[in-house]
């Protein structure tokens, strides 16, 4: 029987043929990409890899993902607010939706703008304000009333806060609406907290730096309003209002206004005198720095440093608050540059 004509033969010599073939190509493709060459053929999971390697993760993914899940989530706040905002024009619904809205004010930063170009809400929170007027005299304010009204003051200092709503909440003078509540003097908690709440309402424009803003106050009582406070209220009340006095006193005009007369420099300097005999005792370090700055900050009108160098009270001249300024670089320099104001060779000169 001839090899050459058999079928059998032929068929295994073709098979090895193409085995041979198959060997010399992959070695040709390993040349170009040398995987291969680390593949096991008889391992599909080498394959797998080779086939699909690892992705390397962008490093700014994460980041993306971050940003993009803290985008959705002020979307979800934003539209609670919008649905809030309705809900202060239904006196059932009004109580909860400025509890709510008080809560998110800070979440969303342009709270002030909603509230103030929103039809009727300007209205229903002055509403809520004149609401308490009958409360005050005699004290009769509840803590439930308190809170209510404060949730709305609340909503009030954002829009004083704001840049965009700032002067047209001034041109519609609504800080006189609060002025009742600054002229309180019952030192109970509902009223406490009502007072504190109105001054950070007016702390919320003068921190700004505004001369519109200063201009509107002088033009008001706030400054009366402030002294009384500083001399009688709690302790962070006393804050918020010399931190106002303060504010209006680093304006230019605001200083002119205090030391124009005898009678408003005296009230002023009065009020600051008997606070730092009572910080003599309390030692409040948040107070004591604003005095000194209020103090300083006169000591640069020639007529008011004329009147400290003989009314600067004692305590700040001598040691009484080198403990309590040990730590407070800053106002141990004013306190200095205050008494340097003040010395006899600053005169001469």
Request: charged share 15%; net charge neutral; aromatic share 8%.
């Amino acid at each position: 029987m001839n090899g050459a004509n058999n079928p059998l033969i032929n068929l295994l010599q073709s098979n090895n043929n193409n085995a041979s073939g198959n060997n010399n190509n992959n070695n040709m493709l390993s040349q170009h990409f040398p995987a291969m060459n680390r593949a096991n053929p008889a391992d599909p999971y080498a394959y797998a890899q080779m086939m699909n390697p690892p992705q390397v993760m962008n490093p700014n993914y994460a980041i993306q993902e971050q940003q993009q899940q803290k985008n959705m989530a002020q979307q979800l706040n934003e539209d609670k607010i919008y649905n809030l905002v309705p809900d202060l024009l239904n006196l059932s619904t009004r109580e909860q939706a400025l509890l709510d809205l008080s809560k998110k004010r800070e979440q969303y930063e342009d709270l002030a703008v909603v509230l103030w170009y929103s039809y009727g809400v300007i209205p229903v929170l002055l509403q809520e304000i004149i609401a308490v007027y009958p409360l005050l005299t005699p004290p009769t304010l509840s803590g439930g009333a308190s809170n209510r009204v404060c949730n709305a003051l609340a909503l009030l200092q954002c829009v004083a806060n704001h840049n965009e709503t700032r002067s047209l909440f001034l041109q519609a003078h609504i800080p006189l609406y609060l002025y009742p509540f600054l002229n309180t003097t019952s030192k109970t908690r509902p009223f406490e907290y009502l007072r504190l709440t109105s001054l950070g309402v007016i702390g919320a424009l003068v921190k700004n730096d505004n001369p519109e803003v200063i201009s509107f106050l002088l033009s008001t009582e706030i400054i009366p309003l402030c002294l009384r406070i500083m001399e009688t209220g709690s302790e962070l009340s006393k804050t918020v209002a010399i931190f106002v006095v303060q504010k209006i006193l680093l304006d230019e005009t605001g200083l002119y206004y205090i030391c124009q007369t005898y009678e408003r420099f005296y009230a002023v300097a009065t009020v600051l005198h008997n606070m730092v005999n009572q910080l003599v005792e309390t030692q409040a370090m948040r107070l004591l720095k604003h005095v000194i700055r209020c103090y300083l900050r006169l000591s640069e009108n020639p007529r008011a440093c004329e009147a400290l160098r003989q009314c600067l009270p004692e305590p700040l001249r001598d040691s009484t608050f080198h403990q309590t300024l040990k730590d407070d670089i800053a106002t141990k320099r004013c306190l200095g540059q205050l008494l340097l104001n003040l010395s006899d060779d600053t005169k001469k000169h």
